[in-house]
């Protein structure tokens, strides 16, 4: 039978507030050592605060484990600002350690900080978190890893636009998987033929988009024929075949719900809106610009947000809706 548990909390915060300051530094660490050890006998599924705990009693071991546990579900929920958070306490705990008893640990860590900062606009502490990574990539020869960080480095230049530092980078990751299976080589495929058709090149774009494929039907990831999908419907729209653009996003949300996938169905909801608004649908496009934004704002992803509200303000114009449109272009400004 499961071990009865009586919980006991304090009806104010500033009581606790109070109460714990009383404390001794001291005596604050050996309660929160026992309390995570507690919780971690009786409920080791109690993830979020045994990782609380551990990491105030200066639990290392189990500070380590547990904050690394609560930033993987964090990342899998696209809570980025709560998965940059665990992971940073997992670091500071993996380095509290002895280095050599932590590097496999210490290159998740890096590059998960790495990919969640580059996320959320945290472009230079992102990639020295990925340089970090990558160093460590390196002296273990795992050249996956070493193909993540390059692809995070060359989304992190992408992202602000300076495509020449972002396809060297993505070249240095191709050229670090030197011809193994991984899925790294699609993601890298991706990112380098979006900054091609952001160039107008859109024969090497889908060749890009072809190997990306490719790939993916080897390894039978959905995700990466998802993001294919999307890549290829953009080059249809700007080729100006809307309804074949508006099927190639179709596809990819479909996929995405199969994967129950955040980030994707938010950026596919907001392609298949450019296609409606570019036919000249603009209340269905209204729809799906905004389960794009809501869903980018639960992740905290900034830079999509911008995007999407000036979309809206796009819309809202072309409906005569100006006060509405204004208001959209402000908060875009403002993000």
């Known amino acids: 039978a499961e071990p009865e548990t009586t919980t006991y909390a304090f009806r104010h915060h500033s009581m606790q507030e109070v109460a714990y300051e009383t404390l001794l530094y001291s005596q604050r660490v050996q309660l929160h050592q026992a309390v995570a050890q507690a919780l971690a006998d009786l409920t080791p599924d109690a993830v979020i605060p045994i990782a ?3 990491f105030q009693g200066e639990a290392w071991p189990l500070a380590l484990r547990y904050n690394m546990q609560a930033g993987e579900q964090a990342m899998r929920l696209y809570a980025n600002r709560q998965g940059i958070e665990f992971y940073g306490r997992a670091l500071r705990s993996a380095e509290a350690l002895p280095v050599a008893e932590t590097i496999a640990q210490r290159l998740r860590i890096q ?14 502490a992102g990639e020295k978190q990925l340089l970090a990574a990558l160093d460590l990539a390196q002296a ?32 240095r990751g191709l050229a670090s998987l030197n011809g193994l299976l991984s899925s790294e080589e699609a993601e890298i495929a991706l990112i380098a033929g979006l900054i091609h058709s952001r160039q107008g ?18 390894l039978a990831d959905p995700a990466v024929r998802a993001r294919s999908y999307n890549l290829m419907g953009i080059v249809d729209r700007r080729r100006g075949d809307g309804e074949q653009a508006i099927y190639r996003f179709r596809q990819s949300l479909a996929q995405y719900e199969y994967l129950g996938n955040v980030y994707g169905l938010a950026t596919s909801h907001n392609l298949i809106a ?14 799906h610009y905004r389960q794009s934004l809501a869903l980018f704002t639960q992740m905290g992803d900034l830079y999509n947000q911008v995007f999407v509200n000036n979309n809206l303000g796009g819309s809202a114009l072309k409906q005569g809706q100006l006060d ?4 959209y272009y402000q908060k875009a400004m403002r993000l």
Not at 114 to 124: A, I
Not at 203 to 211: K, V
Request: net charge negative.
């Open 140 to 171: 273990q020869g795992d050249r996956e890893a070493q193909a993540k960080a390059c692809r995070w480095l060359g989304r992190s230049y992408e992202l602000r636009g300076d495509f020449p530092a972002a396809l060297d980078w993505l070249d």
């Open 52 to 54: 609380h705990h551990a």
């Open 111 to 124: 590059l998960a900080l790495g990919e969640l900062l580059v996320s959320t606009g945290q472009y230079e």
């Open 324 to 327: 509405a449109a204004l208001g």
């Open 201 to 218: 090149d859109y024969e090497q774009t889908l060749r890009l988009c072809e190997r990306s494929l490719q790939v993916a039907d080897r």
């Open 274 to 287: 450019n296609g409606l608004f570019m036919q000249g649908h603009w209340r269905a496009s209204d729809e």
